[in-house]
């Protein structure tokens, strides 16, 4: 998968707002955050204890947000 982003710049525009234009492009895009996830093999066994520890946490922050809720 390749993805690529590319801005066109006007001669009149300075340089550090392309720079700045595209930084913005590419994270809205979520090409770094795609990038870093996949830099390295990860185990499809690590792969679940991720996501199972993650559904983890949110439930525990549910059950927290829901028991504050509960206090008023």
């Given at each position: 998968m390749i993805l690529t982003s590319q801005?066109?710049?006007d001669d009149s525009e300075p340089l550090?707002?392309?720079i700045k234009r595209?930084?913005?492009m590419?994270?809205?895009e979520g090409i770094i955050r795609e990038w870093k996830k996949r830099e390295f093999f990860e185990k499809p066994s690590a792969i679940l204890n991720r996501k199972k520890k993650a559904l983890e946490r949110k439930r525990m922050k549910r059950q927290r947000k829901l028991a504050s809720?509960?206090?008023y």
């Open positions: 801005i066109i710049v550090e707002k392309a595209f930084k913005r590419v994270e809205k809720m509960k206090s």
